[in-house]
């Protein structure tokens, strides 16, 4: 590509996930908490005088059509901006798919934002929050990054204090791949009835909680009976000296926060036949910076050149 514009896509974790219940409209009523780390996707992308979009992607298994998010978040911001001609972009996967990790989210993300510095014009972001939405629960949080709050379907985002670093361990266990839908089948039926807690004590119940959190996610019960190699393995980080260990997301991966980068070094090197990563959390700053973007006075995302 020609002077490409080339923005790193960063994963998530769930530090909570909370599970209030099944809505009206057939979606789960959530309370979590997101938190970026720094493992991430790369994606490029570059304006063509040829229209429509081409997407190379360095993992065979993913569609390069209107099937893939990165595609149909590039079709979307270059609709809504009117750009003359097509775009080319190649996605560099690095976070692992199917393990609870946001990959396809935020490289959907990272295309809305990598759409507006090629167009160098700036796009409400209550706009950009609801394209988001569109095509993603996950997907709002990661035009905000560092640490948020998540309610409703989580595409509610309320950025929150930045926590302290940490280094991350994350662990991709070997053959055990869970898919959303089936996470959310395995619930139990206290977690699928209707919510009883108004979401608004919902959210401050889970704000006032983080001031002194214990990392926990509903997800990690049905998912450990049924792959009972996920619970070892967080015991396993949780024993090489994580200060939490969790499920992240609806799973599979599991990862672990340490304080001492050397601890989770020597952790790492406990489980060789799994895909290991090694990460830190990134603050709201550090994520903004990293992807050359601010909100000005007007509530519009700009790029920074």
Known sequence: MKNPVRLQAFAKINLC????????????????????????????????????????????????????????????????????????AKLTKRIPVARGMGGGSSDAATAILAVLH???????????????????ADVPF??????????????EIYP??????????????????????????????????????PKLSGFCALCWRRQGFQVSNDFEAPVFRRHPR????????????ATEAALAGSGSAVF??????????????????????LAKTLSRVEFGRSLRVRLNDKGDIVVRR
């Open 17 to 88: 996930l909370h599970i209030a219940g099944r809505r009206a409209d057939g979606y789960h009523e959530l309370r979590t908490v997101f938190q970026s780390i720094s493992l991430h996707d790369t994606l490029e992308l570059e304006r063509t005088r040829e229209p429509g979009i081409r997407l190379q992607t360095t993992d065979p298994a993913l569609p390069t059509g209107p099937e893939n998010l990165v595609w149909r978040a590039i079709d979307l911001v270059r609709r809504e901006l009117r750009l003359p001609g097509g775009i080319r």
């Open 118 to 136: 090629l167009a160098g014009r700036p796009l409400p972001l209550a706009r950009a929050i609801e394209m988001g939405s569109s095509l993603g």
């Open 142 to 155: 990661f035009l905000f990054g560092g640490t948020a709050l998540g309610v409703g379907r989580g595409d």
């Open 160 to 197: 929150l204090p930045d926590q302290p670093p940490a280094h991350v361990v994350v662990v991709s266990p070997a053959g055990i791949a869970v898919s959303t839908r089936d996470a959310y089948s395995w619930l139990p039926s206290r977690l699928t009835n209707p919510p009883r807690q």
């Open 230 to 241: 996920l619970r070892t393995i967080r015991r396993g980080l949780l024993q090489g000296g």
């Open 256 to 277: 672990g926060l340490y304080r001492d980068p050397a601890w989770a070094r020597r952790t790492a090197q406990n489980f060789p036949k799994d895909q290991v990563f």
